[in-house]
């Protein structure tokens, strides 16, 4: 790939998230040429996954929307997915960057007519729904997926069915001899905005996430709340789709602990006090039971816990929930922790338990392919020494969308900055 423009005059954002684009767009409705890499085969990263997010609780197609239309109307973005960047070299203002894109086996004709999934019999498990539902190896990522394109999942490739896939599709858009291919881009400077992981909750062996069915995570309960999610939004437990009545959320899963993640994520309280509305809203006889350490809901989101507190419907216990466990014949789940309020040791049985598992910066695994600096628990510090590669958003530190969206803005403004020192 050939530059189209001056390197000092463009930047590469890594991540297509909320953090990503952010970056992208200011940068370019600044002036400079802007590059997206994403690994997932659309942007919005983990946004486009949840039901609402802070601080209006909108739909995700609310905020992505308006940044999918930016991204079209302005010539100086350009994006790539299902990519990754191997290498990064040079000097700030001069950079020589490496990306790898895997095969779509979808080209850019594809009309998103669904003709190549109606031809599709292999069933995978679906990554947008964490594995909760299936979809068919030729799919569209979600409903919402920008770029609206069609991917067709590499187990079946070389088989019949492949071939079925591709006769199915009367625009030429399926390429089954699509093959892994690498390009360099020079660029002034990186932005590397790649986001956040839900910590294992397998790792938290006594809460029996993993072995009891009715025991599920903060994000696969955003997805139950979707509307576009594998239950078409509606709230039931995963062991017989019976609806729930009575669900515990369990607080700092594996957070504020040194075994696990010794710090505390900021947006978990949050996220669980959303989702008891999700709850309620469905189900005005249903009732939700916080276990917590301590709420954090800082600042405007203040009023926010205050109200869903005042609800009656609402109960909020002061205990660090110890082991977990699940009646194989009812599908109940017990929980056990000691109210510090009152010293007593509870045991009460619910229909679901959702654990708030904290935030992991993708970093904590996923290295920059540049000489750059981590904190302990994998975060990235105020990047190179040269200057670089700027981290924006949750590779930073856990922070909610609004504040991702803001430090981006700042990161866009450093990448710029950097693009000068020559």
Not at 170 to 194: I, N, Q, R
Not at 201 to 223: L, M
Not at 276 to 302: H, M, V
Not at 319 to 347: F, H, M, S
Request: charged share 20%; net charge negative; glycine share 8%.
């Amino acid at each position: 790939m050939s530059d189209v423009v001056n390197a000092s005059r463009s930047l590469l954002v890594v991540g297509g998230g909320m953090s990503g684009l952010s970056a992208a767009l200011e940068a370019a409705e600044a002036g400079y040429q802007a590059y997206i890499v994403e690994k997932e085969p659309y942007l919005g990263g983990r946004v486009a996954r949840m039901n609402k997010y802070f601080p209006k609780l909108c739909p995700p197609s609310c905020g992505l929307e308006i940044n999918f239309r930016r991204i079209k109307n302005n010539p100086l973005v350009r994006f790539f997915t299902m990519a990754e960047v191997t290498k990064i070299e040079g000097t700030p203002g001069d950079l020589d960057v490496t990306i790898k894109i895997r095969p779509r086996y979808v080209n850019e004709k594809c009309t998103a007519c669904g003709l190549c999934q109606e031809a599709a019999e292999t069933q995978i498990p679906n990554p947008f729904d964490y594995g909760l539902s299936t979809v068919k190896a030729a799919y569209l990522p979600h409903e919402f997926a920008f770029p609206m394109r069609y991917v067709i999942a590499p187990e079946v490739i070389g088989t019949e069915e492949a071939g079925k896939i591709q006769a199915a599709c009367p625009y030429g858009a399926v390429e089954l001899d699509m093959a892994e291919k690498e390009f360099d881009l020079k660029v002034g400077a990186v932005v590397w905005a790649t986001g956040w992981k839900p910590y294992d909750a397998e790792k938290i062996t006594y809460y029996g996430f993993g072995k009891h069915q009715n025991v599920v995570t903060n994000v696969i309960f955003e997805r139950l709340a979707a509307v576009n999610g594998p239950t078409a939004g509606v709230i039931q437990r995963p062991s017989d789709g019976q609806p729930v009545q009575n669900v515990a959320f369990v607080q700092c899963a594996g957070s504020r602990d040194e075994n696990h993640l010794p710090y505390c994520s900021g947006v978990c309280c949050l996220a669980s006090l959303k989702q008891a509305t999700y709850l309620l809203d469905q189900n005005p006889d249903a009732r939700a039971t916080i276990f917590y350490i301590d709420i954090r809901a800082l600042g405007k989101y203040e009023d926010f816990f205050a109200k869903v507190q005042a609800d009656e419907r609402v109960r909020l216990v002061k205990a660090k929930a110890g082991e977990i466990t699940e009646d194989p014949a009812t599908g109940q789940v017990t929980v056990q922790a000691e109210d510090q309020a009152t010293g007593a040791i509870l045991k009460e049985s619910f229909d679901m338990v959702v654990l708030a598992t904290g935030m992991v910066p993708s970093t904590a695994e996923d290295k920059v392919p540049a000489e750059v600096a981590y904190d302990d628990h994998g975060f990235l510090l105020n990047g190179s020494a040269a200057g670089a590669v700027i981290p924006a958003g949750c590779v930073k530190r856990p922070v909610d969308v609004a504040t991702s969206v803001q430090d981006a803005t700042a990161a866009a403004l450093k990448a710029i900055q950097a693009t000068v020192r020559r």
